[in-house]
């Protein structure tokens, strides 16, 4: 599952992993909140600004609250929010852009379907 607010970035990652993985992908910090429960995606790729009221903290935090098991990794812009970002549990933080590490993240952690 990716949650960021560019719906160019979450069409891109759908695009990129569609042939390899089962993609979940939502624009909204509160519809990632509904579908998470609903969906239980065996990997978590989290933009930490969203749009609206739930942020990426707010769902990194539910995330390893209720579904520790269930890997997050972060993407932020800027570099101040890495240290907060793994104190909270995130199992990575990547800057952006990151596309290939992200890549390279995300086949290390999950077998394609």
Not at 52 to 68: A, N, T
Request: one cysteine or more; glycine letters at 4%.
């Amino acid at each position: 599952m990716i949650v960021d607010d560019e719906p160019k970035i979450t069409e891109a990652f759908v695009e990129a992993f569609e042939d390899e993985y089962i993609v979940i992908a939502t624009n909204s910090g509160e519809d990632a909140m509904r579908m998470i429960p609903d969906n239980l995606p065996e990997l978590l790729v989290l933009d930490w600004r969203l749009r609206g009221e739930i942020q990426g903290k707010d769902i990194l935090v539910f995330m390893k609250q209720k579904y520790p098991n269930i890997p997050v990794y972060v993407v932020t812009a800027s570099s101040h929010f890495v240290k907060e970002i793994k104190s909270l549990g995130a199992d990575d933080c990547l800057l952006k852009p990151c596309p290939e590490p992200l890549s390279e993240k995300i086949r290390q952690t999950l077998p394609p379907c």
